[in-house]
């Protein structure tokens, strides 16, 4: 019967009033790809279920009591997504900053990680297929042959384990048919867009099939260095996927698979800020830092100092996968092992000026061996997953940082250290200017200086896990899970003396040539030849434990459970409320020899509801939670004052809360037209916390305590899309489809600034600005699908942002940086399959 309007908005009431207002926000409209060819969006239908794998066990999303989103392959073709990074605005409570493309960073509901280096995890764990990505690995891998993926929001410690106190990200990859089929698709765009991917899958015999697919992104670019033209802003990235099944018994079946994924990009995008003379390479940037003169960066011309300047990464990824079917349920053993390299090397002033001269740098390596047994099973009293894992992973990393005597003398005199030396505060330049009066063949200037740092990590995490469904009755349930884990993580330190070869040949040569014994006369008896020899030869940037090797062992032992009540008031309408903890290991800090992260924790209670109305094919998912996130690490960058020679970074030990609503509601009105909201609110403040933000004369570090204020976390954000098609239109079907992306300001607090997250006074940009997008794509695809052509534009309107300052520079250089967000992409496809 159908339902009536009061009838129906009364039921909607009941649903906000009951879930709050949240959302498991989910694309219900799109069926679960298949384990075939990615269907292609020929037109919008009516609203169909997605079987999603969030609880090891294969279910509906909406019979699912966790708040999440589901992004499938239609919708990644939609907005022309090649990784995560591209549904930023269509997942509401979820940031994936690609800025460091080799090491990543991953928000979502206001809680991430903002450290970096092999000796620490995030706090948003990334999956393929159910196996953890590290941040240096495959967690920014390209979508290839995707089904979908699963964004579960909220502590997922028991079924995930680990590394997921804010939340999990699952990639799903489609898998072998018994079916021959093939798939193929190119775009061509501006800024040289040339992209490409392809797929075919084999059935060999009865019981075997094979899956191969390949990716292929590249383009020119849409920043040019205004000095050498060259172009930033690019991709360079290809890979490949192979998968192989074999059914070797009618219970028994095997998945042996490959993943390739190779990044070959130019470094970041820093965009100086300062205003320097392009005809002048040896200008001082004024010190301190002036807001007020700053250029726009979204205007400011572009320069880039680092020549071997790069983003690459190349991975690659084994697993097998062994399932049997018992009587009473079934067994699944995953065997894993993944290989990486790293190189992360960026210019870090955005300025072209010999005196600013600052290049950084992460370049490493790891392997990891993962493997894990489970077993599963239900009956009419009990569904239940239970298991055991063992993970591990070796790596090695070096972080460096080079500069030359130019930069060291702007150090020296910004600083005042030069001034206990010399009469004009420069050191080199003093030296150097007395040289060439005399003309003597010595030059000091522009000689190369390095620093690094090594470190090697052996991690390990051993897990047993359980998770049981009790049907209590007929439409409730009681859920129970635990997960226990014990880490340990082995880190080493060794900071060698620094290097720079051609400014000690020179050195040499002239203790050799005596002159070396003037240095007191020539500074007015402030210091002998050899504290001139001790100073120049010693670190300036990593400081700390020089030519030692520093070695530290931690462990720590976790118990992680949630409980889930829900109840099934109609068969389309659920309710749920429940209890869970995520835990986030502890680690290191890559750069302070002998600093450690403790463990992080986050309890968090949620209310929530499911419901579908079939006859108006409408959906409407809502939740509202509370969570309490216990003893955050954050390594954060401490400004240096006269006498300190660089900035100084120092972990921050702080407390947050936070209360956040979520509403996804998906209407199909017309059997050619989808409505959809997926929208979020959060209001995230620290309860207990003291940031450092500079140093004081007296050398004493000064904080700023922020307890009460709001974690910079915008409150609101929310996507819109639709869908509309027509058929019969020249013996096909076209689809129109509108995304619309909205994240707000960002909320600000007393260290905000100094952490570069909000506007500096004065400056001529906002950093807190909303964050807007809005995508377009027009598509005709030939009745049977055979195949098609598509127009898409992505950021519409050109709708650009300041995302953030590079601030490492800024206290000691007077050269801070910023990032921003790419212009407007538009381009053409075509695919086909087969």
Not at 178 to 201: M, P
Not at 382 to 405: F, I, K
Not at 621 to 640: G, M
Not at 715 to 728: C, E, F, L, Q, T
Request: charged share 15%.
């Amino acid at each position: 019967m159908p339902i009536s309007p009061r009838t129906l908005a009364s039921r909607i009431a009941c649903a906000l009033f009951a879930g709050a207002l949240g959302s498991t926000a989910a694309q219900a409209q799109d069926a679960p790809a298949a384990a075939g060819t990615t269907p292609r969006p020929a037109q919008a239908t009516k609203l169909e279920q997605v079987t999603v794998t969030a609880q090891s066990r294969t279910q509906e999303m909406q019979d699912v009591p966790i708040a999440m989103n589901i992004v499938t392959a239609r919708q990644v073709d939609a907005v022309a997504a090649t990784d995560l990074s591209h549904m930023n605005t269509f997942v509401p409570g979820l940031v994936v900053d690609n800025t460091d493309e080799t090491q990543p960073t991953y928000r979502l509901r206001g809680i991430e990680t903002d450290d970096f280096g092999i000796g620490t995890d995030s706090a948003v764990g990334v999956y393929i297929n159910g196996i953890y990505q590290t941040r240096d690995g495959g967690s920014l891998m390209a979508f290839n042959d995707i089904a979908r993926v699963e964004v579960l929001k909220g502590p997922q410690g028991t079924l995930f384990g680990r590394n997921t106190a804010a939340g999990a990200i699952n990639i799903i990859t489609n898998e072998p048919t018994d079916k021959f089929e093939g798939d193929a698709r190119v775009r061509i765009g501006n800024y040289g867009k040339r992209y490409g991917d392809a797929l075919v899958n084999i059935p060999i015999n009865q019981d075997m099939a094979l899956r191969v697919s390949v990716v292929d992104n590249q383009d020119d670019g849409w920043l040019k260095d205004a000095a050498t033209g060259q172009h930033y802003g690019k991709n360079d990235e290809w890979g490949a996927r192979i998968v192989y099944r074999w059914n070797i018994t009618p219970n028994t079946q095997l998945h042996l698979s490959y993943d390739h994924d190779r990044v070959k990009d130019p470094s970041r995008i820093d965009m100086g800020l300062v205003p320097m003379p392009a005809n002048n390479l040896y200008a001082r940037a004024p010190f301190p830092a002036n807001p007020s003169t700053f250029y726009n960066p979204l205007n400011a011309p572009f320069y880039n100092s680092a020549t071997d300047g790069r983003e690459e990464r190349n991975y690659n990824d084994y697993t097998l996968a062994i399932d049997h079917s018992f009587s009473w349920g079934s067994f699944t053993s995953t065997t894993n092992w993944t290989s990486y390299s790293m190189s992360h090397i960026e210019n870090g002033t955005g300025l072209q000026q010999a005196t600013e001269y600052l290049n950084t740098g992460v370049i490493g390596a790891g392997h990891t061996f993962y493997q894990e047994f489970k077993f599963s099973g239900n009956n009419d009293l009990l569904d239940w997953v239970a298991g055991a894992s063992y993970y591990q992973e070796h790596a090695d990393e070096t972080s460096l940082a080079r500069v030359n005597t130019d930069t060291y003398d702007t150090l020296a005199l910004n600083t005042g250290i030069g001034k206990q030396y010399t009469p004009t505060g420069t050191i080199f330049g003093y030296f150097n200017s007395i040289l060439q009066s005399l003309n003597l063949p010595y030059n000091l200037l522009g000689d190369p200086w390095t620093e690094t740092v090594y470190n090697t990590g052996k991690f390990s995490a051993i897990a047993g896990y359980g998770d049981t469904i009790w049907h209590i009755t007929d439409k409730l349930n009681f859920t129970v899970g635990l997960r226990f884990t014990h880490d340990q993580k082995d880190f080493t330190w060794f900071t060698p003396p620094r290097s720079a070869p051609q400014l000690d040949a020179t050195l040499a040569q002239m203790q050799a040539a005596g002159l070396l014994n003037l240095v007191p006369v020539l500074t007015g008896g402030k210091v002998t030849a050899q504290q001139l020899l001790n100073i120049l030869t010693q670190n300036q940037i990593f400081t700390t434990a020089v030519n030692q090797l520093v070695s530290k062992r931690a462990s720590w032992d976790n118990k992680s459970p949630r409980f889930v009540l829900d109840y099934k008031f109609t068969p389309d309408m659920m309710g749920y409320v429940s209890f869970a903890k995520g835990y986030k290991a502890g680690g290191f800090d890559g750069t302070e020899p002998g600093s450690e992260f403790a463990p992080e924790k986050v309890w968090n209670a949620e209310t929530g509801i499911k419901t579908t109305f079939p006859e108006q094919n409408l959906l409407v998912n809502a939740s509202a939670y509370y969570y309490r996130y216990n003893n955050r690490q954050t390594l954060t960058l401490i400004p240096s004052s006269e006498g300190l020679n660089v900035p100084q970074y120092e972990v921050s030990n702080t407390d947050q809360a936070a209360k956040g609503l979520d509403l996804q509601v998906e209407w199909v009105p017309l059997d050619n037209l989808r409505l959809a909201f997926n929208g979020g609110y959060i209001d995230s403040r620290y309860t207990k916390a003291k940031v450092p933000i500079g140093v004081l004369d007296n050398g004493q570090i000064d904080y700023a305590d922020v307890s009460g204020q709001p974690v910079d976390e915008p409150k609101v954000s929310y996507s819109v899309n639709g869908a509309y098609a027509w058929h019969d239109v020249v013996n096909g079907s076209v689809t129109l489809s509108a995304n619309y992306g909205f994240r707000g300001p960002l909320r600000c607090n007393a260290a905000s600034v100094y952490q570069g997250k909000c506007s500096l006074p004065t400056s001529s940009f906002d950093l807190n600005a909303p964050q807007k997008c809005t995508d377009l794509r027009l598509d005709w695809t030939a009745n049977g699908g055979r195949w098609g052509v598509a127009l898409y534009v992505n950021n519409v309107f050109n709708q650009r942002n300041v995302i953030g300052l590079g601030t490492v520079s800024q206290s000691v250089l007077g050269t801070p940086y910023a990032y921003i967000t790419a212009p407007r992409m538009y381009g053409a496809e075509f695919h086909v399959k087969f």
